[in-house]
């Protein structure tokens, strides 16, 4: 009998336990931000969409990145990297990866090499691109997802707004 209340006990205690709220995010601040964003299921597809039109001829049809993306070629630029869990972007606030695809990337180290990524400011508007970043958030887990939410908002936060 003892041990029917330990079990009943134990089974009731995992289960108040799986139901309970995940602990709020907080920045660097210790400031609680926001709960994760869900993401939208259109938005994803049209991201993927504009993906395979426009990136996925460099950083791979599955945003897998090119091969060798980690070594660099004789003038020291990396091949493209993934988008996915694999890569970095997922470091990188939203700010930095909308004007990374807006802009393009050239290395500020070494201004007379090629560009690095061209723009695509001329080709994507500004809804495209926010769809791009919800397809490269669909591809990595929560854990990436919520390190890159919060640079996100620490970023917001450091981050005087355009004029």
């Known amino acids: 009998m003892?041990?029917?209340?330990?079990?009943?006990?134990?089974?009731?205690?995992?289960?108040?336990?799986?139901?309970?709220?995940?602990?709020?995010?907080?920045?660097q601040y210790n400031t609680a931000v926001p709960p994760l964003p869900t993401l939208d299921a259109s938005?994803?597809?049209?991201?993927?969409?504009?993906?395979?039109q426009y990136c996925a001829s460099c950083h791979g049809a599955n945003a897998e990145g090119a091969a060798n993306w980690k070594t660099p070629d004789d003038n020291l630029n990396f091949p493209p990297p993934p988008?996915?869990?694999?890569?970095?972007?997922?470091?990188?606030?939203?700010?930095v990866i909308y004007e990374a695809i807006r802009d393009g990337i050239r290395d500020t180290l070494r201004p007379n090499q090629p560009i690095r990524m061209q723009p695509f400011g001329d080709k994507l508007s500004d809804a495209?691109?926010?769809?791009?970043?919800?397809?490269?958030?669909?591809?990595?887990?929560?854990?990436?997802?919520?390190f890159q939410y919060l640079r996100t908002t620490e970023d917001?936060?450091?981050?005087?707004?355009?004029?």
């Open 43 to 52: 938005q994803i597809a049209r991201g993927k969409q504009i993906y395979q």
């Open 156 to 163: 917001e936060i450091a981050t005087p707004p355009a004029p």
């Open 83 to 95: 988008h996915n869990d694999d890569g970095h972007t997922w470091h990188h606030p939203d700010r």
């Open 2 to 27: 003892r041990y029917l209340a330990v079990s009943c006990f134990a089974v009731a205690f995992l289960f108040l336990a799986a139901c309970a709220p995940e602990p709020p995010l907080v920045n």
């Open 128 to 146: 495209d691109i926010r769809a791009l970043l919800a397809y490269f958030k669909s591809l990595w887990t929560r854990e990436h997802r919520e």
